[in-house]
Nanobody, 124 residues
Framework: QVQLVESGGGSVQAGGSLRLSCASS??????MGWFRQAPGKEREFVLA????????YYADSVKDRFTISRDNAKNTVYLQMNSLKPEDTAVYYC???????????????????WGKGTLVTVSS
């Protein structure tokens, strides 16, 4: 059974950095990415990366602050978050898809598996 396990969440002050990891047990996916859900809001797309790493989709809200990478040998995807803002506070979910990065970024049907989420809290 495939599991996505996130780690690296926590609390940080505005302007700080955190790195999230998501390890997939059992298989490698064509596309992997991250979504987040802030309190009282819908889940939103953050970043996604293709198997080779040459295709990356990102939300405008995290451009130039967040980066995504993956280590296929470890079946792990990383989310490096810099210059964090209080509005980045959310539960961050890892997502995996056997389809394209574009489809993953749309969420819903484009996702094969979800992680359980890890909380990131950014204080001002």
């Amino acid at each position: 059974q495939v599991q996505l396990v996130e780690s690296g969440g926590g609390s940080v002050q505005a302007g700080g950095s955190l790195r999230l990891s998501c390890a997939s047990s059992g298989r490698t996916f064509s596309s992997m990415g991250w979504f987040r859900q802030a309190p009282g809001k819908e889940r939103e797309f953050v970043l996604a990366i293709s198997w080779s790493g040459d295709i990356i989709y990102y939300a405008d809200s995290v451009k130039d602050r967040f980066t995504i990478s993956r280590d296929n040998a470890k079946n792990t995807v990383y989310l490096q978050m810099n210059s964090l803002k209080p509005e980045d506070t959310a539960v961050y979910y890892c997502a995996a898809s056997s389809s394209t990065v574009q489809k993953l970024s749309k969420g819903s049907d484009g996702i094969d598996y979800w992680g359980k989420g890890t909380l990131v809290t950014v204080s001002s």
